[in-house]
């Protein structure tokens, strides 16, 4: 018996599940795994991997000798981990009720110390839109932010780029990437007409990554659109998901107001990517300067969290506050993307917990963060993380710390515009129209003038058409989430 194998993770119960739990967990993941139907190659060692763990966590004896191994496995490994985790909670304590409570962890994940410092390679495709909609100034700002990307490429840097339309083209392949005078040329030809498939897109710039593939930097897949797609949504969605298990992130940018910011929003969450709208093509060099600019900051990619909770303890939302506000769900695992050289990842968890016994205090979670340390030989060794908080009769009289005060006030502004645009849906233009004027009210307190005026706009709008406009909504959406931003939350 050894503590280097995690078997609460394997089985995907908590620290504390209890006998039942564990056998119902034991059943699910033998039934999953058995070498007689599962076509994975290493599919008897996991079954006799998860029959030991069974056999070791529903004996005490074996139990508690393994629960001490771990802990000892793990406090070793956190002395010698890739990352650091620093940990808020909102409240000191939980306090002992007979009801559920909400309880909020903010994470700053940063990268350990020990970590070497280097420029990683890069190796990107920009994914360009061509379609009739996207001729004038739009198509002449993405060719010309392009080319400035091609023109800072260092010696180990890959780039293509990949147009499309009805159909998808190389229009820059990695070798013509590197002659900026053919690549400009090239650059000179793209003409805009046709429709738009964003699958044809991405199926050729997988391919080109592929090719190019970088095992020891970063690889990274940019898309402009400004039209939505049709019939092949499955299509890019299987492509995200085989992007996420290669290491590609996708960065998607939406220009205008007629794209579907939901299955963009899915592809890049998918990958730990990020979605930008960008109302303006005056805007487009200066945002793709900065994205490849962040691409030369990171040092791990795929980065994850994983882990269980207590059993009282239930996952409602996840937040990516940094380095790019985005919502990512209630289950673990989660993708997180890259992380900074000199910043960080961090993470709101939002939280309810069920009524506690008669316990001075609660292991929350036991969490993991790894990811994909870059470089040449660097492995990445995986953090652990366990989280406890003590519980009293007496409630905490302290507010929350203000990182955290202030991330769920901003939150919760971007809540408010997803759930009247729900609301508008579903037929229920009235509350929808009365939830944005609240929110035009809270938008103006907190000085955005510009948003406030949008949901004004909106209200007005749902109530004579029961529905957002396109560019209103957008405008909403992206701009109450990029309020949770270093910059906004931070007062620089």
């Excluded at 004996?59 to 010698?80: G, V």
Aim: net charge negative.
């Amino acid at each position: 018996m050894t503590g280097e194998i995690d078997y609460y993770s394997l089985l995907n119960v908590p620290r504390d599940a209890d006998p039942e739990t564990i056998r119902h967990a034991y059943r699910n993941a033998a039934r999953a795994i058995h070498p007689d139907t599962s076509k994975e190659a290493d599919a008897t060692e996991r079954f006799l991997l998860i029959n030991q763990a069974y056999e070791t966590l529903t004996d005490l004896e074996l139990r508690i000798a393994y629960d001490q191994e771990l802990m000892e496995t793990e406090q070793e490994k956190i002395e010698d981990a890739s990352y650091t985790c620093e940990v808020q909670s909102s409240r000191k304590c939980l306090l002992q009720l007979g009801e559920p409570q909400v309880h909020y962890l903010l994470l700053d994940i940063k990268p350990s110390e020990n970590i070497p410092v280097f420029r990683p390679p890069i190796n990107v495709c920009i994914v360009i839109d061509k379609s009739t909609s996207m001729r004038g100034p739009r198509l002449d700002q993405v060719r010309s932010a392009t080319i400035r990307i091609l023109e800072s490429l260092e010696r180990d840097d890959r780039a293509t780029v990949v147009a499309f339309s009805d159909k998808a083209e190389v229009i820059v392949s990695a070798d013509q990437a590197q002659e900026i005078t053919t690549a400009r040329a090239r650059l000179s030809l793209l003409q805009a007409g046709g429709g738009t498939e964003i699958g044809q897109g991405l199926y050729l710039s997988m391919e080109s990554l592929q090719q190019t593939f970088l095992r020891d930097g970063v690889n990274h897949l940019i898309l402009f659109t400004d039209g939505r797609t049709y019939g092949d949504e499955d299509l890019c969605i299987s492509l995200a998901k085989k992007a996420a298990d290669l290491g590609i992130t996708i960065n998607s940018l939406g220009i205008g107001s007629d794209w579907n910011d939901l299955l963009l929003d899915d592809l890049s969450s998918r990958t730990g990517g990020n979605v930008l709208f960008l109302d303006s093509p005056s805007v487009i060099s200066a945002l793709l300067s900065k994205i490849f600019h962040n691409l030369e900051k990171v040092v791990a990619n795929r980065v994850i969290i994983e882990g269980a909770f207590a059993q009282q303890v239930d996952l409602r939302s996840t937040f990516r506050l940094e380095p790019d506000p985005h919502p990512l769900g209630d289950q673990f695992p989660l993708l997180l993307g890259h992380l900074p050289r000199d910043g960080r990842i961090r993470l709101l968890l939002e939280m309810v917990i069920h009524p506690i016994g008669q316990i001075s205090h609660l292991e929350m979670a036991h969490l993991t963060i790894d990811g994909d340390i870059l470089g040449v030989n660097n492995k990445s060794t995986p953090l652990p993380l366990k989280i406890d908080i003590p519980v009293s009769e007496k409630p905490d009289m302290d507010p929350p710390p203000q990182d955290i005060s202030q991330a769920i006030s901003r939150i919760s502004l971007y809540e408010m515009q997803e759930k009247a645009r729900h609301e508008a849906e579903i037929g229920q233009a009235q509350q929808a129209a009365r939830r944005l004027e609240n929110l035009a009210t809270q938008l103006l307190a907190a000085g955005e003038r510009e948003l406030a005026k949008a949901a004004l706009n909106e209200a007005a709008r749902v109530t004579h058409t029961r529905k957002f406009s396109s560019q209103g909504g957008k405008f909403l959406k992206y701009g109450t989430r990029a309020l949770l931003l270093p910059a906004k939350t931070e007062g620089s």
